[in-house]
């Protein structure tokens, strides 16, 4: 059983009974009411390269392609859809632009991605591997036995944050101003993170204390010799070492969004996915060695980014249709990875299914996610350590949902882990 299913008399009524013309899935509501799944595999069966005018005018009309192999011809396609000007359904604002590698196109992307890309490569990672175990060993033993809590808080963002803190070698006792900055970055203006009517500007404000916070410390590693962190690799690297203060901010808020919403969901998604299916987490239990195969099947399942955006440079045919130049098409990652003409059984939470690295979360060509490997590896860690300490992790209630069509994830999942026998 899984969530793909789960509401069929609301939710499912409402997609298929709505005109399809007035389909309209960047909408937050569906995301903070898990109620999209419907309306998704409806455009999958009866317009997968759909048109839709937003209720939002700052989205307007946009392009929604939901089958796997339509995605991936969009995803490898730079030339004619582009990352420029936004990876997100709304455009950037003209007083507060935020450049970032991935809502670039080559050359400029290539040559920021190459500078930062070591920082998560091979060697990088396999220093990180103890530091990244120890902590999330300390961050286990200290969970309450035999109460609830909400593994939300206590365990996924502690050890995202932890690992980010690392990736920036940022002062450790601040760490959670990384948290706020990755959630109040991607936020819609009436999210409940901010005060009502104040969104807009008091985001701005905290991005401004990031940009200040961030920028003494660029100062200091500047001047000192280059070292194996994200700010000295930016602050000494030929692509990134004269960028604007606003290009800065916009790369820190990539790299702090990137390496902390997104890995943080899929904790949450792995605790979650396996007490909905038992029989799997038995599976898991009798066999730690299916536990990377287990977290590639939670990245699909989870989705963490439910889409990326494209402008098309010229027209294009895609599906039948004519996307025209100047057009947003958003590719939606969520309905790919339950696409039932690529993927067998989508809807199951499979940990050993065949060919379980087949799916769209970490996206295709130039932009792929260069961190793909780092959320593996924290995600592989924190099992690994789980699996040695409790032999249950229980859900004690309903998850709560994130208000965003592109952050798809959870704000709370309240758990007791039970005392031992
Ligand atoms: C499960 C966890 C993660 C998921 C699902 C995820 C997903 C994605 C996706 C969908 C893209 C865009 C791909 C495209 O447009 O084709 C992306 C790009 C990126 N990700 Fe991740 N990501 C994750 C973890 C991380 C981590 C841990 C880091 C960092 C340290 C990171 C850093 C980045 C960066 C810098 C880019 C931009 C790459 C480019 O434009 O060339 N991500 N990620």
């Given at each position: 059983?899984?969530?793909?299913?789960?509401?069929?008399?609301?939710?499912?009524?409402?997609?298929?009974?709505?005109?399809?013309?007035?389909?309209?899935?960047?909408?937050?509501?569906?995301?903070?009411?898990n109620?999209?799944?419907?309306?998704?595999?409806r455009?999958?069966?009866?317009?997968?390269?759909?048109?839709?005018?937003?209720?939002?005018?700052?989205?307007?009309?946009?392009?929604?392609?939901?089958?796997?192999?339509?995605?991936?011809?969009?995803?490898?396609?730079?030339?004619?859809?582009?990352?420029d000007?936004?990876?997100?359904?709304?455009?950037?604002?003209?007083?507060?632009?935020?450049?970032m590698?991935?809502?670039?196109?080559?050359?400029?992307?290539?040559?920021?991605?190459?500078?930062?890309?070591?920082?998560?490569?091979?060697?990088?990672?396999?220093?990180?591997?103890?530091?990244?175990?120890?902590?999330?060993?300390?961050i286990?033993?200290?969970?309450?036995?035999?109460?609830?809590?909400?593994?939300?808080?206590?365990?996924?963002?502690?050890?995202?944050?932890?690992?980010?803190?690392?990736?920036?070698?940022?002062?450790?006792?601040?760490?959670?101003?990384?948290?706020?900055?990755?959630?109040?970055?991607?936020?819609?203006?009436?999210?409940?993170?901010?005060?009502?009517?104040?969104?807009?500007?008091?985001?701005?404000?905290?991005?401004?204390?990031?940009?200040?916070?961030?920028?003494?410390?660029?100062?200091?590693?500047?001047?000192?010799?280059?070292?194996?962190?994200?700010i000295?690799?930016?602050?000494?690297?030929?692509?990134?070492?004269?960028?604007?203060?606003?290009?800065?901010?916009?790369?820190?808020?990539l790299?702090?969004?990137?390496?902390?919403?997104t890995?943080?969901?899929?904790?949450?998604?792995?605790?979650?996915?396996?007490?909905?299916?038992?029989?799997?987490?038995?599976?898991?239990?009798?066999?730690?060695?299916?536990?990377?195969?287990?977290?590639?099947?939670?990245?699909?399942?989870?989705?963490?980014?439910?889409?990326?955006?494209?402008?098309?440079?010229?027209?294009?045919?895609?599906?039948?249709?004519?996307?025209?130049?100047?057009?947003?098409?958003?590719?939606?990652?969520?309905?790919?990875?339950?696409?039932?003409?690529?993927?067998?059984?989508?809807?199951?939470?499979?940990?050993?299914?065949?060919?379980?690295?087949?799916?769209l979360?970490?996206?295709?060509?130039?932009?792929?996610?260069?961190?793909?490997?780092?959320?593996?590896?924290?995600?592989?860690?924190?099992?690994?350590?789980?699996?040695?300490?409790?032999?249950?992790?229980?859900?004690?209630?309903?998850?709560?949902?994130?208000?965003?069509?592109?952050?798809?994830?959870?704000?709370?999942?309240?758990?007791?882990?039970?005392?031992?026998?």
């Amino acid at each position: 059983m899984d969530d793909g299913v789960i509401d069929l008399n609301g939710a499912s009524r409402d997609a298929y009974s709505m005109p399809l013309e007035e389909l309209s899935p960047a909408d937050p509501e569906l995301f903070r009411t898990n109620s999209f799944w419907p309306y998704f595999e409806r455009l999958r069966k009866e317009d997968p390269v759909h048109w839709a005018v937003s209720s939002n005018p700052q989205i307007g009309g946009y392009w929604s392609v939901t089958r796997y192999n339509d995605i991936m011809a969009v995803d490898t396609n730079h030339e004619a859809f582009s990352s420029d000007p936004a990876i997100v359904l709304i455009d950037p604002e003209e007083d507060f632009p935020l450049p970032m590698f991935i809502a670039m196109d080559p050359p400029k992307h290539d040559a920021q991605r190459k500078t930062v890309s070591p920082i998560v490569a091979g060697p990088n990672l396999a220093a990180l591997e103890p530091i990244i175990r120890e902590r999330a060993g300390t961050i286990l033993d200290g969970l309450p036995i035999g109460e609830e809590f909400d593994w939300v808080d206590k365990v996924s963002i502690e050890l995202t944050t932890m690992t980010l803190a690392t990736l920036f070698d940022f002062p450790w006792e601040d760490r959670r101003k990384l948290t706020r900055w990755s959630d109040v970055a991607t936020a819609p203006p009436n999210s409940p993170l901010f005060e009502p009517g104040r969104g807009e500007e008091q985001r701005k404000a905290e991005l401004f204390e990031c940009v200040g916070y961030f920028t003494n410390l660029w100062n200091e590693r500047a001047k000192a010799p280059p070292r194996p962190d994200l700010i000295s690799m930016l602050a000494h690297g030929e692509a990134t070492r004269n960028m604007d203060r606003t290009e800065y901010l916009g790369n820190l808020i990539l790299l702090i969004v990137g390496g902390n919403d997104t890995t943080r969901n899929t904790i949450t998604g792995s605790v979650l996915a396996l007490s909905r299916n038992p029989d799997e987490e038995k599976k898991l239990r009798a066999d730690p060695g299916l536990i990377p195969s287990m977290v590639s099947e939670t990245i699909r399942w989870q989705t963490p980014l439910a889409y990326m955006r494209r402008t098309a440079t010229r027209d294009v045919e895609l599906g039948g249709k004519t996307i025209r130049k100047g057009d947003k098409v958003a590719m939606w990652y969520v309905s790919g990875n339950r696409d039932e003409t690529v993927i067998e059984r989508p809807n199951d939470y499979w940990i050993d299914r065949p060919r379980v690295r087949q799916h769209l979360s970490f996206g295709f060509g130039i932009h792929r996610c260069v961190g793909n490997r780092l959320a593996e590896l924290q995600l592989k860690i924190i099992w690994e350590e789980i699996l040695r300490r409790f032999p249950k992790i229980e859900v004690t209630g309903e998850p709560a949902y994130v208000y965003s069509s592109f952050v798809k994830g959870y704000t709370r999942l309240p758990v007791v882990i039970p005392a031992r026998a």
